[in-house]
């Protein structure tokens, strides 16, 4: 086993190279052993190698005297559910989130949903079966036992209940569910609403992604988004929703095909939920801060900044009770979900928000989109770690030169202000987070500024040219290139 799997916040590598299917057996005993659990649920995502790969986990756990809660074939948000209802001490699902199809993993819990991270003991398991621990039976000799549970009922109850599907009405949509579990989930969500589905991409569950384009279930790829773009401007359709193949995260793209950035629907939901609740915290990451920081303060909720990754915005949440989470990825957690990211809850919310104020998804945000616009978020690959951490290096070294650097404490990568007129905001305000991606080899670059969309096309392309002229290979088209192709 490659112990590089081991992420930050989960266990990700390529299927037969980076390890194989009793590596997660070994991985099972490992958890069991570290946590002493004696009930963990189980489940997997739609991949061809997660069947094979769930059987090895419920092994190992069984083998070490834990029994297991058989979820099946589910979503990651469904796994957070599923612990936090049955009360289990932990849980797994075998998943690669976004990936391609050769790639595969775990996210691991422990208790109400708390998942492993670099904080929280997943290198503790990591170093566990690197040194070969025995794995002692937990309960004695016998081995821990095996039952199927059926919680898909409880848990379309649970999601329900953030909205009244009687205020929807009716809109016609489009849903990409690329080859994972959200459709069927939208479906009977909304059967019994108004709510009609114009436009079907990828519902059927297919763990292959061979008929997605690339083969990559990701919603932010270019050739993906344009395929959800297209779609939403030859069905007419009021709007269009796209998960990623494991379905925690969700995306929006108004009524004429445009994508809308996590940041702004962050800001949206925030809204939303600080009206409904008379105030509270809201947490969100250091890529893009400025549409989020004024929709908080303006409806009198505190704002938080905490770095990127679900389990550190998790913890946040815990530690500060916070009311709401939300990731420029197009993560959204919520206070009464447990403190974990789901991708339906936003779906129903944006869709109830949209009924009772009786607008169009682009009329609620294209004044974010004028005062608050946003490079979107931008990757360069490089060949070596080394050659990541020299680029960082030379964008620190390049602010000499550019005028009155304010640097933010180091949350989550480089994030660098540019404030105009006697330090304060203005027209001539900039700013840009530069962080290294916990989960591929590459560098993230976002730019926003203060309603002056000429300064971010110029101050983005500046620093791309910087990140490419040292090596960095730009793999995202910028978001003008984009508009200007349709």
């Given at each position: 086993m490659n112990l590089e799997i081991f992420k930050a916040y989960d266990i990700r590598g390529i299927f037969g190279v980076d390890?194989?299917?009793?590596?997660?057996?070994?991985?099972?005993c490992a958890y069991a052993n570290?946590?002493?659990?004696?009930?963990?649920?189980?489940?997997?995502?739609?991949?061809?190698?997660?069947?094979?790969?769930?059987?090895?986990?419920?092994?190992?756990?069984?083998?070490?005297?834990v029994n297991v809660l058989n979820l099946g074939q589910i979503s990651t948000d469904m796994l957070y559910f599923a612990v936090a209802h049955y009360q289990a001490d932990g849980g797994v699902t075998i998943s690669a989130s976004h990936n391609p199809a050769m790639y595969n993993g775990m996210k691991l819990v422990r208790q109400h949903g708390v998942p492993l991270s670099a904080d929280t003991g997943i290198f503790k398991v990591r170093d566990a079966v690197k040194n070969g621990i025995a794995f002692e039976k937990q309960n004695g000799h016998d081995s821990g036992t095996c039952r199927s549970i059926q919680f898909l009922d409880a848990y379309l109850s649970h999601l329900r209940s953030f909205v009244d599907l009687g205020q929807l009405s009716k809109n016609r949509?489009?849903?990409?569910?690329?080859?994972?579990?959200?459709?069927?989930?939208?479906?009977?969500?909304?059967?019994?609403?108004?709510?009609?589905?114009?436009?079907?991409?990828?519902?059927?569950?297919?763990?292959?992604?061979?008929?997605?384009?690339?083969?990559?279930?990701?919603p932010l790829r270019p050739e993906n988004r344009e395929l959800t773009?297209?779609?939403v401007r030859q069905t007419g359709a009021d709007l269009a929703v796209a998960w990623d193949a494991d379905a925690d995260r969700c995306f929006f793209f108004d009524e004429t095909g445009a994508f809308v950035e996590g940041c702004y629907i962050t800001a949206l939901l925030a809204e939303c939920l600080l009206q409904r609740e008379d105030g509270g915290g809201v947490i969100f990451d250091p890529r893009a801060v400025w549409a989020v920081e004024n929709a908080v303060i303006s409806a009198g909720g505190i704002p938080i900044l905490n770095r990127c990754g679900h389990s550190f915005i998790k913890a946040r949440m815990r530690k500060t009770g916070a009311l709401f989470a939300g990731e420029a990825s197009g993560?959204?957690?919520?206070?009464?979900?447990?403190?974990?990211?789901?991708?339906?809850?936003?779906?129903?919310?944006v869709l109830e928000y949209l009924s009772v104020i009786r607008t169009s998804l682009a009329e609620s945000v294209n004044h974010l989109r004028s005062e608050y616009p946003v490079s979107g978020?931008?990757?360069?690959?490089?060949?070596?770690?080394?050659?990541i951490r020299d680029a960082l290096d030379a964008i620190n070294d390049t602010l000499q030169c550019w005028r009155n650097?304010?640097?933010?404490?180091?949350?989550?990568?480089?994030?660098?202000?540019?404030?105009?007129?006697?330090?304060?905001?203005?027209?001539?305000?900039w700013r840009f987070n530069l962080r290294e991606s916990n989960t591929e080899p590459l560098l993230r670059l976002n730019v926003e500024t203060l309603a002056n969309e000429d300064l971010l096309i110029e101050k983005t392309v500046k620093i791309s040219e910087k990140l490419e002229g040292i090596g960095g290979k730009r793999e995202t088209k910028f978001r003008w290139e984009s508009e200007n192709s349709t």
């Open positions: 390890f194989e299917p009793k590596d997660f057996y070994g991985i099972a570290c946590f002493h659990p004696k009930t963990v649920a189980v489940g997997h995502d739609v991949r061809e190698s997660s069947p094979q790969l769930w059987q090895q986990v419920a092994a190992g756990f069984q083998d070490s005297g949509i489009v849903i990409n569910a690329n080859g994972g579990l959200a459709g069927q989930i939208a479906e009977r969500l909304l059967a019994d609403t108004p709510i009609q589905v114009c436009e079907h991409l990828f519902v059927e569950p297919d763990g292959s992604f061979a008929q997605i384009p690339a083969g990559r279930p990701d773009t297209e779609a993560h959204y957690y919520f206070r009464d979900n447990f403190y974990a990211d789901n991708g339906m809850i936003p779906f129903l919310m978020e931008i990757n360069f690959s490089f060949e070596t770690d080394e050659q650097p304010c640097i933010e404490a180091p949350i989550d990568g480089l994030s660098i202000r540019f404030l105009s007129g006697a330090g304060k905001p203005g027209r001539d305000s």
